[in-house]
């Protein structure tokens, strides 16, 4: 069965440093999310990206935050200056149609 | 604001014992019903999902979940757990508006299952 992949498994930053998680969807969807998980919290919507452009955000997904789809297969998400509470998990998902969202197995982001 | 409540945090039973795991959303549209599941080290995994129809939904591994409108509720049920159902679920809603779907998560109950 088709998955969504990402990359790397487990980041660590410095703090004011970007970094970039990247994300393989699975090939034939076209919705695209990432999500995220605080230690000992739920899990949070950040943004939605369809047909090239951002559909919706959440008011986490500030200036700092920016996703972009380079080419036919990746979908990343970037975070500028990272701060010590960007530190999560952070989850890809894709979809097609009506069907439920596919997630990937996520990035734990650490952030010193 | 569209939100999911899960009322048990952390639930420990014994095999074979039967389980119920509460969930109630907040939002008075149409609305898609779903368990995810996420095994230690793992990814999250759909359990099973109520788009519409019978409201008494079967998923993977023997669950099941009722979803009763009148109760806003989408209850998670097993009559029989195993060992290998210690995980923690998380019950999500998307309201069909707008068209992009994105999830809201409960908080996530943490299942433990001892031999």
């Known amino acids: 069965e088709p998955e969504v992949t990402q990359t790397p498994s487990h980041q660590v930053t410095q703090m004011g440093q970007e970094v970039i998680l990247r994300c393989v969807p699975i090939s034939n969807h076209l919705y695209f999310y990432w999500y995220r998980q605080i230690l000992g919290q739920k899990v949070e919507f950040l943004v939605s990206f369809y047909n090239n452009e951002i559909s919706e955000k959440s008011e986490i997904f500030d200036d700092q935050f920016s996703v972009e789809r380079p080419d036919g297969s990746n979908f990343t998400l970037k975070i500028r200056s990272t701060k010590l509470e960007d530190s999560a998990m952070y989850f890809c998902?894709?979809?097609?149609?009506?069907?439920?969202?596919?997630f990937g197995d996520g990035t734990r982001l650490s952030i010193l | 604001a569209q939100s999911v409540s899960q009322h048990n945090h952390h639930v420990i039973l014994s095999e074979a014992a039967s389980l119920e795991l509460g969930c109630n959303y907040s939002?008075?549209?149409?609305?898609?019903l779903f368990w995810y599941v996420q095994y230690p080290g793992q990814h999250l995994q759909l359990l099973l999902k109520y788009f519409s129809g019978d409201p008494l939904v079967k998923g993977i591994k023997g669950f099941e979940a009722e979803f009763i409108k009148s109760k806003f509720s989408f209850n998670l049920r097993k009559p029989s757990v195993q060992w290998s159902d210690t995980a923690e679920y998380f019950c999500?809603?998307?309201?069909?508006?707008?068209?992009?779907?994105?999830?809201?998560f409960g908080a996530g109950t943490r299942l433990a299952v001892h031999p």
């Open positions: 939002y008075g549209g149409t609305v898609n």
């Open positions: 998902a894709s979809r097609t149609g009506d069907q439920p969202q596919h």
């Open positions: 999500a809603v998307n309201a069909l508006s707008g068209g992009y779907n994105k999830l809201i």
